[in-house]
Each structure stands twice: as C-alpha cells, then as structure tokens.
DNA sequence: CAGAAATTTGACCAGTTGGAAAAAACGTTA
DNA sequence: TAACGTTTTTTCCAACTGGTCAAATTTCTG
C-alpha cells in the first residue's frame, strides 16, 4: 500500500535543501543536508504539535533547532512544507496499526492487538498525535480530501471485517463505524489531552504507569462493558 | 457551587466595557454594550476554537463579528480577555454534566444519563469543546492550575461515587479515572474530530443521525461490551 | 432639543512575521 | 592549495500583529 500523500503545493518534489540549482538535475543529498532536516523537522513537530500551523512561527522552530532563521529556510524553503511534511508522515504511522486488522483472525486477539497498538502511540508519539489533533480541529483543510477517500476506504474495508465477526456470532451486533472512533477516541486521549490526565491523576498514578492502567481498563471495557454478567 | 475561575490577568474585574472612567463607580451596562459584547464573543469562538489562541487574530475575529478592530478593542481591551471569559463559560457548561451524577442513583441511569448529556454537549456546543481542545492541545497553560485542583477534586469525589458501586457490586469493579476519561474521549471526539467522523460516514450517514448512533452504540459498550454472554 | 455620555472611526505605531538576497565562511576534492 | 559547491550569516523588507489615541459620530437623558 503506497504512502499516504498529503497534497503539496508546488513543492518541486518536495525534495528540500539546496536552492533549485537552475536546470541542473539535483544532487544526492548531503550527509550535512539529512541531519539538519532531521533536526528542523524534530523542532518542527515540538512547536507545530503545540500551536498548531498559524500559531507556530519559524523563528520558534529556528530557535528549538539550534540554528537561525534564514539556514533553517535554506533547508525547507516555506514553513508550509514542514507541516506538511510533518502531517505525511504522521499519518503513514498513524494508519499502521488499523491496516494491521487482520480478517482472517478471531476479534478478540485483533481487537486487544488493535488497542495496545493505538494506544503504544499514544504513549510513543504524542507529538504526532497532536500534530494530527490540531488539524482536525482546524477543520482538516490541508487533509479532508485524503479523509474523504484514503482513509474512508479504509475504514468501510475494516468495518466489513468487523461485520464478518457479527455475522459469525463472535461479536456483538453493533455499529462497526462508531466502534472504530471509539477507540481512536479513547486511545489518543491519552496523547491529547495528556496534561488533563496527568492533572486528574496526580502526582502519585499520574507516572508511565497510567498508560498500563489505561490498556487493562480499555480491555475490559471494550470486550465485557461495565455490567457484570 | 461556585463557576469556575480562570485566572484572569489584571482585567480590572473582567467587567469590559467603556475605558475606566477615572475613579468614578462604573455605570451599568448599556444595552449597546451587553449586544455588541455577545456578538464578540459568539465570532471570537469561532475563531478561537478553530485556529487557537496563538493563531487567531483580532482582525479576524473583528471581521467575524462585523466591526473594526478598534470597535472590537473599545468592548475588550485584550485579546486575552476575550478568550479567557470564552474558557471559564466553556468550563462552566463542560463540568455540569459531571457534577450531576448522583450518589444515590441507580449506576445504569446515571452512566446513561452522563453520556447522553456529554454527547448533546458534543453536538450543540462544538466549538466549546474545540475550545478547551486547544488549550488541552498547547499544555493546558492557562487552566493547568484549576486542572489540578477543582477538576481533580470534583473527579475524585464522582470516582468515589463509582467505587460504591463497585462495593455494591452493581458494576463490574475496575478504574473509576479511566473510566470517567473514556467517556469524555468517546463524547468528545464526536465534536473535536467532527470533520474526520463525518469524512468517514460519508454523506449518507454523516447527517445529524450519527449523533443518535453515536449514542446507542456507546451506551451499548459501556454496558455490555462486545462480547456475547 | 441641548448637552453629556457612549460609540465608532481613521490614522498611527512598534514589534513580529514569513521570506528574499547577497555576501561571507566552510568543506571537499582534484 | 585552488577552485568549486555547500552552508551559514547578515541585512533587509513588506505585510501583519496587538494595541493606542484623538477626533468624529451616534445615542441617551433631562
């Protein structure tokens, strides 16, 4: 399955570092050239995870970098291009774990599989997870239309999986959509609203451990709900 | 109980309105001025809640609410005024449903009842809820205090209340915290992530039913989870 | 209606922002 | 080490930002 692409503007290729040399075809990139961007783009998703793409500025990015404003435009031409670059690759990590779901297994091995993994990046990339977080609640405008058919064909592929474990009687008859949301919902909370939960924790649970609570209270929730039986 | 209180910086009350006339006691609001002043608010939510604190500006919310920038600045003389008066309401309205679970009920009516009520607080007030995303998102830096006091406290005492249940053996004994922040995620996400839902839904189930779905689906997870008995 | 108070406007300002341009410094390799 | 390509710094700019201020206009009250 290819990588999901983020619609560039006009990037030339996206392929940053050195300034178009004219009607030249590009060099490899330099050693020098890799490292740096890799560094910009760590900043990058620091302050973009945080104040979203209008209220991350490249001065902000410069600074976290170690380097000044102009090198860092010397790399990646438009601020544009680092968020967009940033919000690729997340999605590619992002995905992973729901093309994972496997039709062929029993629901109950795949579904625990599915939330541990979900909730691993939580704990893992939350930066990502925020990065993605805050364009939704932009209104997705540099994504919706990879939503709209990428991830929906996806998603009505798994739905399908999930109805086949209906119909077998494995599971509970349900709506496959909303369980889905579920559990993005409830596993990147931990990554979302991070800070909340660690406020309502405390200082005592508040630690690493709450992402082990949390995956034991998911299981159960999600297979056996609150009544008992 | 008292609405909570969002740190305010040296607003001189929060009491906005004509520039403080020197010594005088301040005169009651006009009629123009409780108006104009609603108008602000109503644009600058829109504003604020999509773009954040950092990447929202006063033009634009100027503009949103049909008046000139220094118009606008005559009613709030800061831009952080506004948002924070926006965050403390939207505290306000986001903390009721909590509070209002009951010791006394029955568990199955009141978990019922707190997720319909955070649900419809999902669907008619989004923006709210993209709001206090945002903070969330840049670290909560203006609510992180009340976080850990007031909303601590409060989630405490409603894990109590859960925890009696569990003694009672009513439901089944498992994290009261994660429980409450499940709840919050599953409803949330119906605001915070509405573009991706309905991107997913596609146009034929993405209209106003998927509220009504989203509600029958989570009360049926909560209570009974997935899997046959 | 006159006068005072409240509201609105236009001009302005200092600081920040994304980005351009050119020159200087550096590294590499023939 | 000279020459060339790469990287970094310095300087600069136009647009935007949050906010001020005084003058003009509108609204209210006696």
């Given amino acids: ?22 009607s030249k075809r590009p060099r490899a990139q330099t ?26 500025t490249i001065d902000q990015i410069a600074e976290a970098a170690g380097m000044s404003k102009p090198n860092l435009l010397y790399y990646f031409p438009r601020k544009e291009e680092i968020y967009q670059r940033l919000l690729a690759e997340m999605l590619d990590i992002w995905l992973a774990p729901l093309r994972e779901i496997d039709s062929v297994g029993d629901p109950v091995p795949e579904l625990r599989s599915y ?6 990046m939580s704990r893992d990339y939350p930066r990502q997870s925020r990065l993605f977080a805050n364009e939704m609640l932009q209104g997705a405008p540099r994504v919706l239309e990879m ?25 509970v008859r349900t709506d496959p ?26 200082k005592d649970r508040g630690g690493e451990g709450r992402f082990e609570d949390a995956a034991r209270f998911l299981e159960n929730l999600f297979l056996h709900g609150l009544l008992p039986k």
């Fill in 1 to 22: 399955m290819p990588p999901i692409k983020v619609k560039m503007l006009e990037t030339e290729g996206g392929k940053g570092g050195a300034k178009a040399a004219p």
């Fill in 31 to 56: 050693r020098i050239q890799r490292e740096k961007q890799e560094v910009i783009l760590e900043a990058a998703l620091d302050v973009f995870s945080r104040e979203g793409f209008r209220g991350a």
């Fill in 115 to 120: 939330l541990r993994r979900k909730l691993e």
């Fill in 147 to 171: 939503l709209e058919t990428d991830l929906k064909a996806l998603v009505d592929d798994k739905a399908k999986v999930i109805e086949g474990w209906m119909d077998a009687g494995k599971i």
């Fill in 177 to 202: 959509y909303h369980l889905i949301f579920s559990i993005w919902a409830t596993t990147q909370h931990y990554a979302d609203f991070d800070v909340q939960v660690r406020a309502v924790l405390g």
